[in-house]
């Protein structure tokens, strides 16, 4: 099967000041998505993995590479998405994302180890949705623990879907939390 992408979106984002002091090196998040019709259709499907096999390279290699381009420099951190159109199920994206041979793709092109962090639901066309985001090679690196909302106006459509996948060059903005497990250490 083939998948139908109706739109590519692109967006990069940098932060040089963060509550009136300078980010240096300037932090960068990426995200590389596509809109494409639900493969699922509107109705119940019994066997999601099937299709999701089937696809999960071809929707991969168009975001996962491009979002790691398009960062410009190393990936640190990084995260993904489907929100779902109406007339399809959650459960539709989560299929597509939560699949090897997408995740795969993205985590080699990105050099990372740990599993994706991931966000996906049913929504409106302009829907937000919050992606969760972790450090590529250790999910405990509290500074890389990030969120970012995207939104992309008109789309999904009901019988859409927009899967993609976000990158960033490093941990939050000005991060200064201690290590994981430091306020437990000598108890």
């Known amino acids: 099967m083939s998948i139908k992408v109706r739109k590519t979106i692109r967006h990069l984002e940098e932060t040089h000041l963060e509550n009136g002091r300078e980010v240096d090196p300037v932090h960068r998040v990426a995200f590389v998505g596509i809109v494409i019709e639900n493969p699922y259709g509107s109705g119940y499907v ?42 399809g199920e959650v459960e539709h994206g989560s299929a597509l994302i939560h699949n090897l041979r ?46 970012v909302t995207l939104q992309v106006p008109g789309a999904p459509l009901p019988g859409e879907i927009l899967v993609g996948c976000v990158a960033a060059s490093a941990g939050r903005p000005l991060a200064r939390l201690a290590v994981f497990g430091a306020e437990t250490a000598g108890q």
Do not use: W, Y
């Not at 999601?48 to 975001?63: F, K, N, P, R, Y």
């Not at 990372?112 to 090679?137: F, N, Q, R, S």
């Open 46 to 87: 019994e066997d999601l993995v099937t299709l999701a096999d089937e696809v999960g390279e071809q929707i991969g290699e168009l975001v996962g590479p491009a979002c790691v381009e398009l960062l410009g420099t190393e990936v640190e951190a990084f995260g993904k998405v489907a929100l779902v159109g109406v007339a």
């Open 102 to 147: 997408f995740g795969n793709v993205f985590r080699n092109a990105a050099g990372g180890t740990e599993l994706l962090p991931a966000a996906e639901k049913v929504g409106l066309p302009g829907a937000p949705i919050d992606v969760p985001l972790k450090h590529k090679t250790d999910s405990k690196t509290r500074s890389h623990h990030q969120t």
